[in-house]
């Protein structure tokens, strides 16, 4: 809980609270969107008319959750402009490309294509309706992966430039923007996780009418389908993790560090601690479990490469502060009217470490008279708390590992078409369905809570980033969010249970549970 | 399957209705959100003037912020 009257915090809150509540929409999107182009390819196909009541069904499903989801995500815009007014000047230039191409992808082409895609069905072929609900998964694709560009960039901050006369980063490179390998590893990593999501979903709700023993054929479908896509994407997001992992040990060294809890910078290759109790007050891992040169080869793909321990980390940036002193000293001479090439070469020469410079802003007011305690404490600002990524971290990898359990159990038994009395396994994906969003907020949390103490890594301190607004206009704005999004999810879960529980018979056909009294229904309905 | 069910036609079902007036509510939500809380930023176009973010970095001391304290 912040301070009552901390704006850093109480934006920082208000942010997290937003971003969190909005990826509950999200990722359902995401990965709902593809599966229904499978169900709906396969339809297209054989002709069955089981596929295009499956497609029509989860479709419903995905209509609501879009319903609820679309525009959730302008929250954090507002933000941007009023509660982030320094970081919103500093990202501008930047993020102004990345976002107007998001909101056309969201705009133009996913809603466009989502309302086609429920008033298409009598009025476009099969075909084209298929090229439809195909545009509605690629422009969710697309539009999550604008957004991740810009969170991408925040964290590796490449091709652009801080320009002292307009006091912001300039772009300088659109493409190494675009192709930061850490916003395109962020973004296959989160599409995975969304079709997980969606695939953990449709399983649940299908192991449901299996246990239900109703809509048999209809779920047996719509099961396997889920459950071979959530293998597939379950087995790209470990994977992708892992790159993810090693994307991290090039450019987000300290993030990696404090998942890890590596205090030490240990002799090449480093050993992962699976589990253990890290104590950010003494520094040191209690009752660790580590297994040898894991994490050295997960983070540096070499057995030679080490992964530099939080200790000297905490050196490594106390020089960059000092260096950062004397870039603060620079910027200000070239403030001052000192134009001279000399002035302007000092500056550049030292222009990359501004930022860590301007941590000192925490602590006093003339970042060039900074004493050795102040250095000492922005120098310990670097390095985020260890424990709630070190945990948080491993929450996520554990449910991955749990969902890859899930998914193998789940093929495993329907190839060998023995699912139905697997009652364990069916009562397991039920209980699982609210799991991967569990996980994905976890891994926010370690994606935005990792990057502290910056908003943009290296660059702009959290602290500075923010606007000057008075503690209770952000308390008001953070209780209508929740309120808000509260009620929304609230409308969203009533609906969901609501039609889940209709299932297919929501469609009016007259051949699924409930709708008729005539025996093996269902299975006229698999047989159309 | 469930075989024993009776016959029981559900009645049509208002999705459309519902999520087009919940959609419609958000709106109007989201609106007042923004007119009340967040109309007046202090950055217009993502941009401030060069002079006011040249005070924010030099001259006063930034807000405290306990939320990353060891």
């Given at each position: 809980m912040p301070p009552l009257d901390d704006v850093v915090a109480l934006s920082r809150l208000q942010f997290a609270a937003t971003a969190l509540y909005h990826f509950l929409f999200v990722p359902l999107t995401l990965g709902l969107a593809w599966i229904l182009v499978i169900m709906e390819s396969v339809y297209v196909m054989t002709g069955r008319q089981i596929y295009k009541d499956m497609t029509q069904f989860w479709g419903k499903l995905f209509g609501i959750n879009f319903a609820m989801g679309?525009?959730?995500?302008?929250t954090m815009e507002f933000q941007f402009g009023t509660n982030w007014a320094y970081y919103s000047h500093y990202v501008g230039d930047i993020f102004g490309a990345p976002l107007a191409i998001e909101g056309l992808m969201a705009f133009f082409l996913e809603s466009t294509m989502v309302g086609l895609f429920f008033?298409?069905?009598?009025?476009?072929?099969k075909g084209k309706h298929l090229f439809v609900t195909f545009c509605v998964a690629l422009g969710s694709s697309l539009s999550a992966l604008w957004i991740l560009i810009a969170n991408g960039w925040m964290n590796n901050p490449v091709g652009a430039e801080f320009n002292f006369d307009t006091m912001r980063m300039e772009l300088v490179s659109i493409a190494d923007v675009i192709f930061n390998p850490v916003a395109q590893v962020k973004f296959v990593h989160t599409a995975a996780a969304g079709y997980v999501t969606a695939s953990m979903f449709v399983m649940g709700i299908s192991a449901l009418y299996l246990l239900k023993a109703r809509d048999v054929q209809f779920a047996l479908r719509s099961f396997a389908i889920a459950a071979a896509f959530g293998l597939a994407s379950t087995l790209s997001v470990i994977v992708l993790g892992d790159e993810s992992g090693y994307t991290a040990g090039e450019v987000n060294k300290v993030k990696l560090a404090a998942i890890e809890a590596a205090w030490e910078t240990e002799a090449a290759p480093a050993g992962l601690t699976l589990f253990g109790f890290p104590d950010d007050e003494r520094q040191v891992t209690a009752y660790a479990v580590r297994i040898p040169y894991v994490l050295g080869l997960i983070a540096t793909r070499s057995t030679d490469g080490q992964v530099t321990g939080i200790k000297e980390l905490k050196r490594e940036n106390e020089a960059r502060i000092r260096k950062g002193m004397t870039a603060y000293a620079a910027l200000l001479r070239l403030k001052g009217g000192d134009k001279s090439p000399q002035a302007r070469a000092a500056f550049d020469a030292l222009k990359g470490d501004l930022g860590y410079g301007l941590l000192l802003k925490k602590y006093t007011p003339n970042v060039t008279d900074a004493t050795e305690a102040q250095i000492a404490q922005a120098a310990a600002d670097t390095i985020p708390k260890v424990a709630p990524l070190f945990w948080s971290f491993r929450g996520m990898v554990f449910l991955g590992f749990l969902f890859l359990f899930i998914f193998g159990a789940s093929m495993y038994y329907l190839l060998r078409r023995r699912?139905?009395?697997?009652r364990w396994l069916l009562k397991l994906c039920v209980l699982a369905i609210p799991l991967p969003w569990v996980s994905i907020e976890l891994g926010w949390i370690v994606a935005e809570y990792g990057r502290q103490p910056w908003t943009i890594a290296g660059v702009l301190p959290t602290h500075l980033s923010v606007s000057s607004l008075s503690a209770g206009s952000l308390w008001f704005s953070l209780a209508g969010f929740l309120g808000f999004y509260t009620l929304l999810l609230v409308v969203e879960m009533g609906l969901m249970i609501k039609y889940a529980k209709l299932g297919p018979a929501s469609l009016h056909t007259g051949r699924y549970h409930g709708e008729t009294a005539l025996p093996h229904a269902d299975d006229h309905a698999a047989a159309a | 399957m469930d075989t024993t069910a009776p016959f029981q036609a559900p009645r049509r079902e208002r999705l459309a209705r519902t999520l087009l007036v919940t959609v419609i509510v958000k709106c109007l939500v989201l609106y007042g959100l923004w007119s009340t809380c967040f109309s007046h930023p202090q950055t217009r176009h993502m941009l401030l003037p060069a002079a006011e973010v040249e005070r924010h970095l030099f001259a006063a001391p930034a807000a405290p912020d306990s939320s990353n304290k060891k």
């Open positions: 679309v525009t959730t995500g302008i008033l298409g069905w009598n009025r476009l072929s699912l139905a009395p697997q | -």
